[in-house]
């Protein structure tokens, strides 16, 4: 059984443990040596980032065509429309092409998170508001790009969901090993025969 761990990425964070600069790595977290990031959160995203040791397993959670959901809740400039929040889940257009039509909601209520250091900038006269983003892609920066393109920037960003794994009983910087139940039903969920056409 391949092995799991699902770790918190604080901010400022970059998903590798080799070093880069001044910024802080996974490498500063004491990760269970043979493990490696399935995918990755930008140093200025936080959440959910998964890491194994099995390097199909790895492909599987990254590779869109394997429609593994992820859910984000993006702090944004302003309090979007209905409008905006339509054309977000429509799918608007990123680096040269077309991002995948997606679930997205407004959050009646902020988030109970850990305060981000550093706390994003505070202006008096913006308000802010949060959503949430589900996707079944990732590219490079997306949620930002795509919230920057409806004209709501995203100022804080989390990952709190990979299928149906949370962030629950951890907070940043923390990890813990997958149960043997939840690898089974992640190992389950990205089999070949799961894959849409």
Not at 2 to 30: H, M, N, Q
Not at 118 to 131: C, D, E, G, M, N
Request: charged share 25%; glycine share 8%; aromatic share 6%.
């Amino acid at each position: 059984m391949p092995r799991i761990v699902l770790f918190w990425k604080p901010y400022g964070v970059v998903c590798r443990f080799s070093p880069d600069g001044e910024k802080k790595t996974l490498a500063y977290f004491r990760l269970p040596k043979g493990v490696y990031p399935a995918g990755r959160l930008d140093h200025d995203s936080e959440g959910l980032l998964l890491l194994t040791d099995d390097g199909g397993l790895q492909h599987r959670l990254t590779d869109p065509k394997f429609k593994h959901e992820k859910t984000y809740w993006a702090q944004v400039e302003r309090v979007p429309p209905p409008s905006a929040i339509a054309r977000l889940a429509s799918g608007v257009v990123i680096q040269g092409g077309h991002s995948r039509p997606c679930k997205v909601k407004a959050l009646a209520l902020e988030p109970q998170l850990p305060p981000r250091d550093p706390p994003i900038r505070f202006r008096k006269t913006v308000p802010t508001a949060w959503l949430e983003i589900r996707l079944t892609e990732g590219r490079n920066r997306q949620i930002r790009r795509m919230t920057a393109h409806v004209g709501h920037p995203t100022l804080r960003l989390l990952r709190v969901r990979i299928g149906d794994l949370t962030l629950k009983g951890l907070a940043p910087g923390l990890w813990r090993d997958l149960t043997p139940g939840e690898t089974r039903r992640l190992t389950a969920a990205l089999r070949p025969r799961s894959v849409g056409k």
